[in-house]
């Protein structure tokens, strides 16, 4: 089965609503990154987070390593936040691991 | 601090025809990674260097793909002859080694389109 699910697929919101963006991992995972991808750009590392939480300004990962899953949580959205979001896990083997990731879309 | 570079940033080909793509790491990174990215999908790793040495090219489709690090520092990845099921976001990506995993970093991309 896949190593690392994501939900939704897809989330629309309007500008100034929060989302909310999971990650399952059916591995034990030792390193975990969320990434930002804008259409047809690069992917942007947001956190680097094995465990626990952590904060970048209106973004909060949290990650429960034993129970196998991880959330990004965006606070106030803005259009600018419109893009692909992905997970991804590494499991002790030096590689990545990625979901399909979640397409944000905010309106104005 | 540069990041990682990646060239050229599109390539558009005919089936059958070679290509080549070029990365270069961020200064000091060790290890460098090969990621292929279809339409709408997430990353996948192709292969995986430390310094100049292969780690893990299990997912490399050996009879087309190469990629070669030899002064463990830029890398080249080679497709030998190209089919419409290449087309795709070839990324590159950098970190240093620290034991239990790293942060990566990545480049651009390649976008490839194969006609």
């Known amino acids: 089965g896949q190593q690392v699910q994501q939900s939704p697929a897809s989330l629309v919101l309007q500008e100034g609503e929060n989302a909310e963006l999971q990650c399952n991992f059916s591995?034990?995972?030792?390193?975990l990154q969320w990434f930002y991808q804008h259409p047809g750009g690069r992917l942007v590392s947001l956190f680097y987070n094995p465990s626990g939480t952590k904060h970048t300004g209106r973004l909060t990962s949290t990650t429960v390593t034993n129970e196998r899953r991880s959330s990004l949580h965006i606070s106030s959205s803005q259009t600018t936040d419109s893009g692909t979001y992905f997970c991804?896990?590494?499991?002790?083997?030096?590689?990545?691991?990625f979901g399909d990731g979640t397409v944000l879309t905010v309106k104005p | 601090e540069a990041g990682v570079t990646q060239s050229p940033r599109y390539a558009v080909l005919q089936e059958g025809q070679a290509v080549s793509f070029w990365c270069d790491p961020i200064s000091g990174h060790d290890t460098l990674y090969w990621y292929q990215q279809p339409r709408d999908q997430g990353p996948q790793l192709l292969v995986y260097f430390r310094d100049e040495a292969v780690i893990d090219n299990s997912q490399l489709p050996s009879d087309r793909f190469s990629a070669v690090r030899p002064k463990g520092t830029n890398s080249t990845l080679k497709i030998q002859s190209a089919k419409q099921g290449d087309t795709a976001t070839y990324l590159c990506a950098s970190s240093f080694y620290s034991g239990g995993g790293a942060e990566q970093f990545f480049g651009p991309g390649t976008r490839l389109t194969v006609l």
């Open positions: 591995s034990t995972a030792t390193r």
């Open positions: 991804a896990i590494d499991t002790n083997t030096g590689k990545l691991t």
